[in-house]
């Protein structure tokens, strides 16, 4: 099939794409303009295998290499190996020693007691506009909100939410696409140098006056003894940036689109407000901020679904796709937010389940409900056609999003 599975028009529908190749090209074979081999899988039960299998699947190409392939590399430029090399790109034992020493940092202990400082944002974000009787809803709370809890989880003054959002932006980007653009390159350049100069500070600061936050935790991590390098300390905090930041902001966003567009299931939630964790568990399936996972390799020839995929391929799993199967989801193209049996794959699987999906689904239900609550006739402020859509490969997001409500004074 002779698919554009990145262009704008795409980006603004990619559902009909996706069901067409589930049904007539479920393992997608394409070869890019450098020769190398990449696979777009589209069906439920093949994504959730390829999840649940990091020895045949890695995520770490060097991993796919004889010791000779491995030695004839060129070298990675530092700042493709500065925005790359984090835990969602590493494989056992390194990812399991990662893993271990953050993920006390995610525990209900840790992430339920920021219920109420969330809260009390969202609500701050709201009175600045409520008055106003309509804003820009990305820019004006699905972004700042996130960049708050993530700026509070760090322990970093929210005077500098402005450079976070810059770095964000930043570090979404394709390493691959910044390394091909010699002025994305620079820029890019400039902003990891800002980023490292600024974290520089703070990590040397935390190191004499420890604070109860999470950089804290992180320089004074212990695992067996273990502890962070200065470089996978960057690291981490990059993939919080973006994994702990983007991905909310278009959970927020696409949410509110769902149920917009949506009227009698937005009707629903008003009436019945206990439905609100199953609602997020709805957007996340039918329109969720994570439209593909992140880049795997196969480790040695691999069949599976009837196709060999050859050593070294790359395999790009689609989850938006997987969780609109008919075979996995009665309806799938309908929003049904009291959906049963929800096992979507939006925060994905196995070994690289998403650490964060809790704090994640915290900020989901609050950003939703105060807005229902809030504002209770919250509508669009444009047709529907006229939205447009961030064209980041793995993310699914609205670039802006203008709404209205009644204003009372």
Same mark, same amino acid.
Request: aromatic share 8%.
């Given at each position: 099939m002779q698919l554009d599975l990145f262009g704008p028009v795409f980006k603004a529908n990619p559902y009909p794409t996706y069901a067409a190749l589930r049904e007539q090209e479920p393992f997608c074979r394409r070869v890019n303009a450098d020769g190398k081999v990449i696979w777009f899988v589209t069906r439920y039960a093949d994504v959730a295998?390829?999840?649940?299998?990091?020895?045949?699947?890695?995520?770490?190409?060097?991993?796919?290499?004889?010791?000779?392939?491995?030695? &004839?590399?060129?070298? +990675?430029?530092?700042?493709?190996? %500065?925005?790359?090399?984090? #835990?969602?790109?590493? *494989?056992?034992?390194?990812?399991?020693?990662?893993r271990s020493l953050v993920s006390k940092a995610f525990t209900g202990a840790v992430v339920n007691p920021m219920e109420q400082r969330i809260q &009390?944002?969202?609500? +701050?974000?709201?009175?600045?506009? %409520?008055?106003?009787?309509? #804003?820009?809803?990305? *820019?004006?709370?699905?972004?700042?909100?996130?960049?708050?809890?993530?700026?509070?989880?760090?322990?970093?003054?929210l005077r500098d939410q402005r450079r976070f959002r810059q770095w964000s932006q930043a570090f979404v980007t394709p390493s691959v696409n910044v390394q091909r653009n010699t002025q994305k390159y620079l820029k890019t350049q400039r902003l990891m140098a800002d980023f490292t100069g600024y974290m520089q500070k703070c990590f040397a600061e935390r190191r004499t006056n420890p604070q109860p936050d999470l950089i804290s935790g992180l320089l004074h991590a212990e695992e067996q003894g273990d502890k962070l390098s200065e470089e996978e300390l960057y690291s981490m905090v990059i993939l919080l940036i973006v994994a702990g930041h983007e991905t909310v902001v278009d959970l927020i966003g696409n949410g509110v689109l769902a149920l917009l567009q949506n009227p009698d299931q937005l009707t629903l939630l008003h009436q019945q407000p206990a439905l609100l964790d199953a609602a997020i568990e709805e957007i996340v399936r039918y329109d969720g901020p994570v439209e593909r996972a992140t880049i795997r390799f196969a480790a040695q020839d691999v069949e599976i679904g009837g196709h060999t995929i050859g050593r070294g391929d790359a395999v790009n799993l689609v989850l938006a796709a997987a969780d609109r199967d008919p075979a996995q989801f009665p309806l799938p193209d309908h929003f049904d937010i009291a959906r049963p049996n929800n096992r979507h794959l939006g925060f994905g699987l196995g070994l690289h389940y998403c650490l964060g999906a809790g704090l994640g689904r915290l900020e989901g239900r609050i950003a939703i409900s105060t807005l229902l609550r809030r504002l209770p006739d919250l509508r669009l402020a444009v047709p529907v056609d006229r939205l447009r859509w961030r064209t980041t490969p793995i993310l699914r997001g609205l670039q802006h999003m203008p709404v209205m409500w009644t204003a009372v004074e």
């Amino acid at each position: 099939m002779q698919l554009d599975l990145f262009g704008p028009v795409f980006k603004a529908n990619p559902y009909p794409t996706y069901a067409a190749l589930r049904e007539q090209e479920p393992f997608c074979r394409r070869v890019n303009a450098d020769g190398k081999v990449i696979w777009f899988v589209t069906r439920y039960a093949d994504v959730a295998a390829i999840l649940r299998d990091p020895v045949n699947f890695v995520k770490d190409v060097r991993h796919t290499m004889t010791p000779s392939e491995r030695a &004839a590399l060129p070298p +990675t430029p530092a700042l493709v190996h %500065q925005l790359s090399n984090h #835990m969602l790109n590493l *494989d056992p034992p390194d990812h399991t020693r990662l893993r271990s020493l953050v993920s006390k940092a995610f525990t209900g202990a840790v992430v339920n007691p920021m219920e109420q400082r969330i809260q &009390a944002m969202a609500d +701050t974000l709201l009175d600045k506009v %409520q008055a106003h009787g309509g #804003m820009e809803l990305i *820019d004006d709370f699905a972004y700042p909100l996130p960049i708050y809890v993530i700026a509070d989880l760090l322990g970093i003054p929210l005077r500098d939410q402005r450079r976070f959002r810059q770095w964000s932006q930043a570090f979404v980007t394709p390493s691959v696409n910044v390394q091909r653009n010699t002025q994305k390159y620079l820029k890019t350049q400039r902003l990891m140098a800002d980023f490292t100069g600024y974290m520089q500070k703070c990590f040397a600061e935390r190191r004499t006056n420890p604070q109860p936050d999470l950089i804290s935790g992180l320089l004074h991590a212990e695992e067996q003894g273990d502890k962070l390098s200065e470089e996978e300390l960057y690291s981490m905090v990059i993939l919080l940036i973006v994994a702990g930041h983007e991905t909310v902001v278009d959970l927020i966003g696409n949410g509110v689109l769902a149920l917009l567009q949506n009227p009698d299931q937005l009707t629903l939630l008003h009436q019945q407000p206990a439905l609100l964790d199953a609602a997020i568990e709805e957007i996340v399936r039918y329109d969720g901020p994570v439209e593909r996972a992140t880049i795997r390799f196969a480790a040695q020839d691999v069949e599976i679904g009837g196709h060999t995929i050859g050593r070294g391929d790359a395999v790009n799993l689609v989850l938006a796709a997987a969780d609109r199967d008919p075979a996995q989801f009665p309806l799938p193209d309908h929003f049904d937010i009291a959906r049963p049996n929800n096992r979507h794959l939006g925060f994905g699987l196995g070994l690289h389940y998403c650490l964060g999906a809790g704090l994640g689904r915290l900020e989901g239900r609050i950003a939703i409900s105060t807005l229902l609550r809030r504002l209770p006739d919250l509508r669009l402020a444009v047709p529907v056609d006229r939205l447009r859509w961030r064209t980041t490969p793995i993310l699914r997001g609205l670039q802006h999003m203008p709404v209205m409500w009644t204003a009372v004074e």
